[in-house]
């Protein structure tokens, strides 16, 4: 059975330090990742995502992720985070079985920043 | 483009009552998925629609149950509300059902049931 484990439930920082979310899966099939954020009161947005090819992927507003297939992980990291990236962040996988797909999330990591 | 829109935006019911929750996905998006989230927790998959088929089942009881429309919006019912229920339910919109396509979340409707 598929599944995802984000290891770290709160990551308090400051303002303009590095951070990094972990995430690990599990799965026997080929695997897509993501990262999704979930700001206060709001759905989830894609932050980025893993589907093939290069194992380090980025988004637009400096967050990074790196596909480990031999450690079955996809850690997320920033080298400096900002005020506005306060939200918690959810590591997923996205399944694909005969004829539906669906995507097992992880239980989340609340990304906290202090000034 | 209008993203995924769900209705209503809050909704408060008490235990035994039932209760329809709607959504449209993004336009030219065939396949619509709802998700439970409860708090602290990250969302759990429960259906997953493709032109109006349930092509796929997350582990809910049958008190749960969903449909989607010729216009592919769709409606998710829950019955004998209990108070476990309470969450934010999660509609999400896809062109298709291949994994590899990204799923686009609504905003969600938060369901507190008394």
């Known amino acids: 059975a598929q599944s995802v484990t984000q290891l770290d439930s709160q990551v308090p920082v400051f303002e303009e330090a590095p951070v990094e979310l972990r995430c690990n899966y599990s799965?026997?099939?080929?695997?897509?990742l993501f990262w999704y954020v979930q700001y206060p009161n709001q759905g989830l947005q894609l932050l980025l995502k893993y589907l093939s090819g290069s194992t380090l992927v980025e988004s637009i507003n400096g967050f990074e992720a790196e596909f480990n297939k031999s450690q079955t992980s996809f850690h997320l990291r920033k080298p400096s985070v900002h005020i506005s990236d306060t939200a918690e962040y959810f590591c997923a996988v996205s399944v694909q079985d005969s004829s539906a797909s669906k995507i097992i999330f992880g239980s989340g990591t609340r990304l906290s920043i202090r000034p | 483009d209008a993203g995924v829109t769900q209705s209503p935006t809050h909704l408060i019911k008490t235990r035994g009552q039932h209760v329809t929750l709607r959504c449209s996905p993004i336009s030219g998006h065939k396949s619509v998925s709802w998700y439970q989230q409860v708090l602290g927790q990250g969302p759990q998959f429960i259906f997953q629609?493709?032109?109006?088929?349930?092509?796929g089942r997350g582990n809910f009881p049958d008190r749960f149950s969903a449909r989607q429309f010729p216009n592919y919006s769709s409606e998710l019912n829950v019955n004998a509300l209990l108070l476990g229920d309470s969450a934010l339910y999660l509609c999400a919109s896809s062109p298709r059902t291949s994994g590899r396509n990204e799923q686009f979340f609504g905003p969600g409707t938060r369901l507190t049931v008394l």
């Open positions: 629609y493709y032109e109006k088929e349930e092509r």
């Open positions: 799965s026997s099939v080929s695997v897509y």
